[in-house]
């Protein structure tokens, strides 16, 4: 049996689903069964725990052998910081004594050590954290996930232009949830003694511009990308309605992805599922 933690979200779900076309054995904790309907109907089987109960959830560990950890992304408007250490401590304490075989983690690219920068210092905590735990511990590390551009679907189509943090013309790694849900599948599927770090993205590398083209295909209307100025961005964060300390943290991801600008990896896997593909997937199902 595979565990799935946060598997209701596109990633978790992906992985969930990859098992299950595989005919494995797929059990998803989640807070709430009715979040857990549509992966009921394909075949797994839903446990409902709060990760904070950690009691609780070192239960539902107990019932399979092998899980996918996904650190819940913590609500905007709150200490995303704060709240996702939280999560990440209680994970932790709650794999102590659950008898699972190997754990596989999604983090991703540019994690580093430090404090008050989002996912890149929260994850790579986490990363060291599973490191010094017994359960051997598998690392996938995901590109910028093409989904980040979905929450702005309805603003492209009300005024046909894309907000970007990022340089139009800045080529990053991308990659789909499925493809991502396919790696992590794939890891926790290998033998126990899988344990290197492995990178994860696309078939390709893409820039804003590439994703208002997308859109615009997609759409049938002209898109044009939209930059928000550096020195906007806590204030373009804070106007979506994150907190100031989240505001901060997210501004420093996107402020670290431009400056560092992530690395080739010789070894990273390539999803198969192209930008283009994905945005019109994404329309088709929004409407």
């Known amino acids: 049996m595979h565990i799935i933690l946060g598997g209701t979200g596109q990633v978790g779900s992906a992985t969930a689903r990859a098992l299950l076309a595989r005919g494995e054995p797929v059990t998803v904790i989640t807070r709430s069964a009715d979040h857990g309907a549509k992966l009921q109907e394909a075949g797994a089987q839903i446990l409902v725990a709060d990760i904070h109960d950690t009691d609780r959830l070192r239960q539902a560990f107990r019932v399979g052998r092998r899980a ?28 102590d004594g659950s008898g699972l075989e190997k754990v596989v983690l999604a983090s991703t690219y540019g994690a580093r050590p430090g404090e008050r920068c989002g996912d890149l210092t929260v994850l790579h905590e986490f990363e060291k954290a599973l490191n010094a735990q017994p359960i051997p511990s598998a690392v996938n590390r995901a590109a910028y996930y093409m989904s980040n551009w979905g929450g702005m ?25 499925q493809d ?14 899988d344990t290197d770090l492995k990178y994860v993205e ?13 859109f615009s295909e997609a759409l049938d209307k002209p898109v044009e990308v939209e930059i928000i ?18 505001a901060q943290s997210y501004a420093c991801m996107t402020g670290t992805m431009l400056d560092d600008r992530p690395p080739e990896f ?10 283009r593909n994905y945005v019109r997937d994404l329309v088709e199902h929004a409407r």
């Open 180 to 193: 991502l849900g396919e790696a992590a599948a794939n890891r926790l599927l290998e033998p126990v003694g």
């Open 202 to 214: 696309g078939p390709e590398r893409y820039t804003p511009r590439d994703v208002a083209d997308a």
């Open 229 to 246: 100025p550096r020195a906007s961005w806590v204030e373009a964060f804070k106007k979506l309605g994150f907190s100031d300390a989240a």
């Open 153 to 177: 679907l309805d603003a492209i189509r009300a005024d046909g232009k894309l907000p970007s943090f990022l340089p139009a013309d800045l080529s990053i790694p991308m990659v789909a949830p």
């Open 68 to 95: 996918f950890l996904l650190n819940p992304p913590a609500a905007p408007s709150t200490d995303t910081d704060k709240e996702e250490r939280a999560n990440l401590a209680a994970i932790i304490t709650a794999l």
């Open 266 to 275: 010789e070894k990273a896997e390539h999803g198969r599922t192209t930008l």
